[in-house]
Each structure stands twice: as structure tokens, then as C-alpha cells.
């Protein structure tokens, strides 16, 4: 093996999870600044039912410093406006696993970034336009996001030695955690102390500086790296030998799409991320409008749930390379586990919280421990396809994530049509969904997942030796 200190490919890890912080501080900061960026005059009005629980007032809060625009945007638009990401972001999933594959992974992710960067910085113009302005920059946005998971997992294809797998790439994606517990809090601070159109500028001026360090220090394999000893570069293409068969031009597709293994990681990574955008996307309209947090609160007490995430995600990695590559345990032993852990644990508490009616402490507690069991799953599925076929890792992340990614294009837009009058029983039916098609993918993926590389993975890199 090779030392960890210092070492290329974490390197590449800690500059991958920069690079995903800012993807996720400039998709969600959106979901807090709306709540600032709507008319309370307006909404109260055209609201057909007061939310039943009372204001929160403990601690006293200082004056909003409210000076920017707001608008008048009933509960279907800001369904629209906050769903409209995603239909970018599907668009460029299968495209980007394919163009990674074949060009390299290092541009298609950086330049993937930087258009949504741009596309942020535009963002408090296209409002001031209208509504349609908005919702087109958003889905530009989601065009240049969705190559990125894509992207990276082809890098980590020629980067990650397989029993490194599990740590490597939850350091990498933790960044999407962490980008959502500080960008959630942050963005209501600078609401309040600013206004909403800064959180856009501060998170896009974020954005542009991780792309300087990326484009000067990340590089497709560790073949093409100048600065990598050359103990490491042997000991990650040694360790991958045995499995890397890329080659664009022989991509067995039939194989692909008919594979149960992956059609068993498609299913739980929709039923997931159905829970995961529903709450991501609509988490602080939620504390705005049923338990009546502040501004300031609203992003702080969001977070909450994010953080949780991101330390059991942290946690299962290294609990499930340990019990790997210690204790020998099956690798498809543990991705099922740690899936069914990470969502049916969800499902469970997400219910229990639509039930708290305004206990603050409680529903914020279950909501909190709901997302964080959902970290648990970085170790399961989520990371499936680089065991069943790592050549392929980047096209089979683009073909579930595509699936995944139509929760967050129609879970906003049915929840707010379903809580137009902002009551509980309104959004437990929302949590009631959610739970249930969580239940069904832990389901389907103990059925039919598995954790070894797939024969036609094999059968393509014998035929291209």
C-alpha cells in the first residue's frame, strides 16, 4: 500500500469534497432564500388556513433587515421554481457518464461547476424578470450539476484502490453534506443581515475559487498526474488491473440496461432520494410555515438533519471498509445492510415527525435523526456501482441517478399541490409517501442488489485485452 499522508488521491478526495460542497451550497441555498424572497403580506392572504401552530418568539428576534425585492409567487410556483433544477439535471446524467468515459473527467466536472456558478450569479436578475426567468436559470443550472456525480465516479474508477473505496468516495461526497449544513444556516444569516440576493453572489464567488484550485491541481488518472510518487501510482494501478476496461467504443449496453444488480441500485437510489429531495427542497418552507421559525432559526435548525448525514456517512465508511477488508465480511452483505439502515431508519422517523404536532424540540429531533440514518446509505448502495462494474461506474451512475433525480423534478411540485392550506395532516401525508417508497426500494435492493463485478464487465475487458 501507500502512505495516506499527503498522497495524490487524497488530495484529489479533499478537492473532490470542496467541489461537491459547492454543489450543494448553490443547489439548496435557494430552498432558504425563498422563504425571504416571498410577499408575508401576500402569502398570509391568499393562504386559506393559518398554520396551527403559534410563532416562535424565544429568544426575541431583532429586526429583518428586509431591503430586497419580493414577489408574489403562490404555493405552485414556488413548487415550479424549486423543482426546476432538477429538470436540468436529469438532462446531462447519462451524457455526462458517457463524455467523462471518453474525454476525461477533470473538464467535464469543472466546466460542469463553473456554468452553474455563472448561472447562480444570474439568479437574482432572472427573478426581478419573473417567475419563468427564474425556473429556466435553475434548469440551467441543474444542466451544468448533472454531470458531476457522473464525472466523479469515473475519476474514482482509475483513482480508488477497491479497498480504499468506501473511504475515498465518503470523504468525496461528504462535501454535498457538509455544503448543506453551512449553506443552510448561512444562507438565513445572510438573509437577515443582508438580504437574500447575497446569498447567491457569496456562495458563486465560492464556486469560482474552487475551480481555480481544480483546474491547476486534479488530474484523470494517476498516470497523467506530474506529482504522484510513483509507490502510490503503482500500488492504485496494481490494485485496479484486475478491473478497469474503459474503452467508449465497446460499452456493452444491452448488458447494462438489463442487468438486475443495477436495476436494483436504480430503484433504491429513487426511493431515497425521494425522501432526501422532499426534505431537501421544501425542509425550511416546512419550519417557515407549519412550526413558524424565524428566518434565522429556519436555516439553522435545516441544517440539523444535513449534519447528522454527514458524520454517519463519514462513519459508515470507515465501519464498512473495516468490516470488509478485516473481518471479510461479503461486500454485497454489506451494502445491503448498511442500505436497509440507511432507509428504513429514515422512513420510520420522517413519520414519527409528522406526528409531533408543535413540540419544536421533537419534530426538529426526528427530522435531525431521519436524514441522519440516511447517511448510513453512503455505504450501501450509493457506492454499489463501482463494486458490480468500475469501468462503467461513471455510465451507471448517470443511467440511476437519471431516475433518481425525477423525485426532486415532481416531489416539490405534489407536496406543495398537497399542503396548499399548510396544515399537519397535510404534510403527514407528505412524510407518508416518502416512507413508503423508501420501504419498498430497501426492499427491492436486498432482493436483487449484489456486490461483485458483474460477467459482462469482465466478458468486455477480455475482449478488448
Same mark, same amino acid.
Given at each position: ?198 446569498? !447567491? ?14 483546474? !491547476? ?213 407528505? !412524510? ?11 426492499? !427491492? ?21
Amino acid at each position: 500500500s501507500a502512505p495516506v499522508c499527503c498522497s495524490s488521491r487524497y488530495g484529489l478526495a479533499l478537492l473532490s469534497f470542496y467541489g461537491f460542497f459547492v454543489v450543494y451550497s448553490l443547489r439548496v441555498n435557494l430552498s432558504v432564500a425563498m422563504v425571504d424572497m416571498l410577499n408575508s403580506t401576500h402569502q398570509s392572504s391568499t393562504n386559506h388556513s393559518t398554520s396551527v401552530c403559534p410563532a416562535d418568539t424565544n429568544p426575541p428576534q431583532p429586526k429583518h433587515n428586509h431591503t430586497a425585492s419580493v414577489y408574489n409567487w403562490d404555493s405552485e410556483t414556488q413548487g415550479w421554481i424549486l423543482g426546476s433544477f432538477f429538470y436540468g439535471y436529469i438532462l446531462t446524467q447519462i451524457p455526462g457518464g458517457y463524455l467523462a468515459g471518453r474525454f476525461g473527467p477533470k473538464w467535464l466536472m469543472g466546466f460542469g461547476i463553473l456554468g452553474t456558478v455563472v448561472f447562480t450569479l444570474l439568479t437574482p436578475v432572472a427573478a426581478d424578470l419573473g417567475a419563468g426567468y427564474l425556473i429556466a436559470v435553475r434548469a440551467l443550472e441543474g444542466i451544468g450539476e448533472g454531470v458531476t456525480f457522473p464525472a466523479m465516479y469515473t475519476m474514482w474508477a482509475a483513482w480508488a484502490p477497491p479497498l480504499e473505496r468506501s473511504r475515498l468516495l465518503t470523504i468525496s461526497y461528504i462535501g454535498a453534506q457538509l455544503g448543506t449544513v453551512i449553506s443552510l444556516p448561512l444562507s438565513g444569516e445572510i438573509c437577515f443581515y443582508l438580504d437574500w440576493t447575497y446569498v !447567491f453572489y457569496i456562495f458563486g464567488a465560492v464556486g469560482l475559487v474552487w475551480f481555480i484550485l481544480w483546474a !491547476f491541481l486534479v488530474f484523470d488518472s494517476p498516470n497523467t498526474h506530474p506529482r504522484i510518487s510513483e509507490q502510490e501510482r503503482l500500488y492504485i494501478t496494481d490494485s485496479l488491473k484486475n478491473e478497469l476496461s474503459t474503452s467508449a467504443g465497446n460499452i456493452p449496453w444491452r448488458a447494462i440496461v438489463t442487468s438486475k444488480p443495477l436495476w436494483a441500485i436504480v430503484v433504491a437510489h429513487f426511493s431515497y432520494n425521494w425522501t432526501f429531495y422532499t426534505l431537501l427542497t421544501l425542509l425550511p418552507t416546512y419550519m417557515s410555515d407549519v412550526l413558524q421559525f424565524s428566518i434565522q432559526k429556519n436555516g439553522m435548525l435545516s441544517a440539523l438533519p444535513y449534519l447528522g448525514c454527514a458524520v454517519l456517512a463519514v462513519l459508515s465508511g470507515q465501519v464498512a471498509d473495516y468490516l470488509r477488508e478485516t473481518c471479510l465480511y461479503p461486500t454485497v452483505h454489506v451494502r445491503k445492510v448498511f442500505s436497509l439502515v440507511g432507509m428504513i431508519g429514515p422512513a420510520v422517523f420522517l413519520v414519527a415527525a409528522g406526528y409531533t404536532g408543535c413540540n419544536y424540540t421533537l419534530a426538529v429531533t426526528f427530522l435531525t435523526i431521519s436524514s441522519s440514518l440516511g447517511g448510513v446509505s453512503a455505504s450501501g448502495f450509493n457506492i454499489n456501482h463501482l463494486d458490480i462494474a468500475p469501468s462503467y461506474a461513471g455510465i451507471l451512475l448517470g443511467i440511476t441517478n437519471t431516475f433518481a433525480t425525477i423525485p426532486g423534478m415532481v416531489g416539490p411540485v405534489i407536496a406543495r399541490a398537497l399542503t396548499s392550506h399548510n396544515t399537519i395532516p397535510e404534510w403527514q401525508t407528505v !412524510f407518508y409517501i416518502a416512507a413508503a417508497i423508501n420501504l419498498f426500494g430497501a426492499i !427491492f435492493y436486498t432482493i436483487f442488489g449484489r456486490g461483485t463485478v458483474q460477467p459482462w464487465a469482465f466478458v468486455y475487458f477480455l475482449h478488448i485485452v
